[in-house]
């Protein structure tokens, strides 16, 4: 079961990047992220209230809140990291990040995955890194771009590491679930606010009308990535979280498959190479 949830992961995180690269073409990415988190909230608020959730309230929902500040943070550094560029340097490291903090808090807490894990941990990783695309050539990249890639990575991890945290039950859950996705729009409400006051355009080109045709795709980035978010901490409370975060670290592989796919983009022959090492790794996590 924890294999299962954690490719769940994968894939809805997978999709939601996608979308969200997609939208965030022709809208500002701080607005994408607010509108379709702002939705999230709405979804949750109204499942907390029909499941009784409040009544889960308790300290574990600052590992929520804490995850709900260190997430958005963590993707405006990705996003500035991105615009620094170079994108092959930066998606691979990002991704990283997602899986190094939660497999060295699962040993620090004596999780100790059997040889055959090891291999799927070691060979899976090399297909996240590979099939984000890595850049090997080129210009050096700067220090202010590495500094806030490895910042975004950490924090990805972290949010991960929280998440998984935040609460044990069902409906306890759906409270974490919404209470992270409020500080979310919180913390890029206030980045969106001085944006726009900086001169940074807050709607896209043709105003009201292209937010609201956008819309139906906006709930469906911020309601998979708060399912995934929730898939998750399931898959780490079903088995090894040394193997869920692993195999919920795949979503790169996803983005670049929708990509190819619904787009027609092709795949780099690095990329390809990574997509067949994820999934490698994924059997032998999955039988392991």
Do not use: K
């Not at 701080?30 to 499942?47: C, F, M």
């Not at 040889?115 to 210009?139: D, E, F, H, I, K």
């Not at 708060?226 to 079903?238: D, E, F, K, M, S």
């Not at 390809?272 to 994924?282: E, Y």
């Amino acid at each position: 079961m924890s294999a299962l949830f954690a490719l769940a992961t994968s894939l809805l995180w997978g999709l939601a990047d996608f979308g969200g690269g997609l939208l965030t073409r022709r809208t500002p990415a701080l607005t994408v992220v607010v509108v379709s988190q702002i939705i999230a909230v709405t979804v949750l608020g109204a499942i907390v209230v029909a499941t009784g959730g409040w009544s889960e309230a308790g300290p574990r929902l600052w590992f929520a809140a804490a995850a709900g500040v260190v997430g958005p943070a963590a993707m405006l550094c990705f996003y500035r990291a991105l615009a620094l560029g170079p994108m092959g340097v930066v998606s691979p490291l990002g991704a990283l990040g997602g899986v190094i903090v939660p497999l060295g808090v699962a040993l620090v807490l004596g999780e100790r995955p059997g040889l055959l894990q090891v291999s799927g941990v070691v060979v899976a990783v090399a297909g996240v890194v590979l099939a984000s695309g890595p850049q090997t050539g080129g210009a050096p990249v700067q220090r202010q771009t590495l500094l806030l890639t490895l910042v975004a990575a950490l924090g990805f991890g972290s949010v991960m590491a929280l998440i998984a945290e935040a609460s044990h039950t069902l409906t306890g859950l759906f409270l974490a679930l919404f209470v992270q996705r409020v500080c979310n729009v919180a913390v890029g409400g206030g980045a969106l606010l001085v944006s726009v006051r900086r001169g940074s355009p807050g709607l896209p080109e043709g105003g009201m009308g292209v937010m609201w045709a956008s819309l139906p795709a906006l709930a469906f980035v911020g309601l998979a990535d708060v399912a995934a978010n929730g898939t998750y901490n399931l898959a780490a409370h079903h088995g090894p979280v040394t193997v869920a975060a692993v195999l919920a670290s795949l979503y790169p592989v996803v983005t670049a498959l929708a990509a190819r796919g619904l787009l027609g983009e092709r795949l780099r022959v690095v990329q390809a190479t990574g997509a067949g090492l994820a999934l490698v790794g994924t059997l032998l996590l999955a039988t392991g």
